[in-house]
Each structure stands twice: as structure tokens, then as C-alpha cells.
């Protein structure tokens, strides 16, 4: 842990091109956390990376970082370097919050060490929140419709077959495997996989 008030800072840059310098960016975080009297650890940088890649290797190495608790405070210079998306950004941010490692995005003010930055972090993990509801609303308005219209949902039944249902409760039996992964790999529906278990044709 950090001596005092001494926090372990960790800095990410990234730009999507290589003929992009990460300098300025780094710079300015840099001269933010000397102000703060905070301790930079390490720069991890993702050099002609785009941000709509979720897997970034330097990305990566820093959230190993910080499930290893080694740093206290991640800086970045602009949310839109860190996270693709509202929702990945609030899914990463929630993992900070669980880890009890502070976030700060320079260009946009937001230090979650402050009470202010907490309170902008709440905002937008209402906002990810609604949105998921929102999708689960639709999807169950979606499939609700399909029915009215007498649509059959999920896989035919005459694809549910004896040695497919061997084969799903086979793998059940390992014990390895969720429902949702069972759906996938087999192609089934999760509801369809949910009522095979409830209907005994799948030991749980």
C-alpha cells in the first residue's frame, strides 16, 4: 500500500495511429500527479491501437496491475483513451470502485478522489444502468410480439434430438460448464437448455 498520502499512480495513454505521439498526453498527466504529490509507478502505453478494441495489451497489463493492488489511482487524459463505450467505461470504473483504486481523466475534471468526481462516477453508472434496462425492456417486448405473431423461438424441435440431449447432459455432468455456455456451444437457445434441466432431461 501507499506510505501516506503518497498514492501509487499509474498513467494510460493511448493514440490509434503510429504516427501519433502519446507525449502530450503523458506529459500532462505526469506534471498532474507531481501537483498531487502522487508517485507515477508506470506509463502503460497502447501505441496505433484503436479504441474499439476491447483486448489492448497495454490495457491489459494494467488491469493485472490493478487486481494485483499495486496502484491506487489510474490517470488517463480523456475517458474516450481508456474505454470504447459508456458502458465499458462504467464496467471499468466499477472494477476501480470494487478495487478501491481512484480514477482521474484529466481534459474532462473527473478525480474520484474528490467528492464531485464520486458524484460524476454515480451519474454515470446511472446512465450505463438505464441504458441496460432499456435493452432489456426491448428485447422482452421483442420476443413478446414474436409470440402474439406465432413466431417459434429458438431451435426447432425436430433438431432437439436424443443424442443431442445425450450430449448436453454429458457435458452437464462435468460440471464444468454453465447453462449459458451449454446454449452456446450447442446452439440452443438459453431458454431452451433452461427448460431441458427443468424437465429432468439434463442432470443438474
Not at 484503436?50 to 488491469?63: C, D, H, V, Y
Not at 487524459?77 to 465499458?88: E, G, H, I, P, T
Amino acid at each position: 500500500m501507499a506510505k501516506g498520502n503518497e498514492k501509487r499512480c499509474a498513467i494510460y495513454v493511448r493514440v490509434s495511429s503510429d504516427s501519433q505521439k502519446v507525449d502530450l498526453q503523458e506529459t500532462e498527466l505526469r506534471e498532474f500527479a507531481a501537483r498531487r504529490g502522487w508517485n507515477v509507478i508506470r506509463v502503460f502505453a497502447d501505441k496505433g491501437i484503436s479504441g474499439a478494441k476491447e483486448t489492448r495489451p497495454a490495457l491489459n497489463q494494467l488491469m493485472t496491475e490493478c487486481r494485483l493492488r499495486h496502484v491506487d489511482v489510474v490517470a488517463v487524459w480523456k475517458f474516450d483513451r481508456l474505454a470504447r463505450s459508456v458502458k465499458q467505461l462504467v464496467t471499468t470504473l466499477d472494477e476501480f470502485q470494487t478495487l478501491g483504486i481512484d480514477f482521474v481523466s484529466l481534459t474532462e475534471q473527473i478525480d474520484t478522489t474528490s467528492a464531485m468526481g464520486k458524484m460524476t462516477f454515480h451519474v454515470l453508472g446511472a446512465v450505463a444502468e438505464l441504458e441496460r434496462s432499456l435493452i432489456g425492456e426491448r428485447t422482452v417486448a421483442g420476443l413478446r410480439e414474436a409470440r402474439r405473431k406465432g413466431k417459434r423461438l429458438g431451435r426447432p424441435p425436430g433438431k432437439l434430438n436424443s443424442d443431442l440431449i445425450a450430449k448436453i447432459k454429458a457435458d452437464r455432468m462435468n460440471g464444468t460448464m454453465s447453462l449459458r455456455k451449454l446454449a452456446r456451444k450447442h446452439g440452443l437457445t438459453l431458454w431452451c437448455v433452461q427448460r431441458l434441466v427443468e424437465r429432468d432431461f439434463v442432470n443438474v
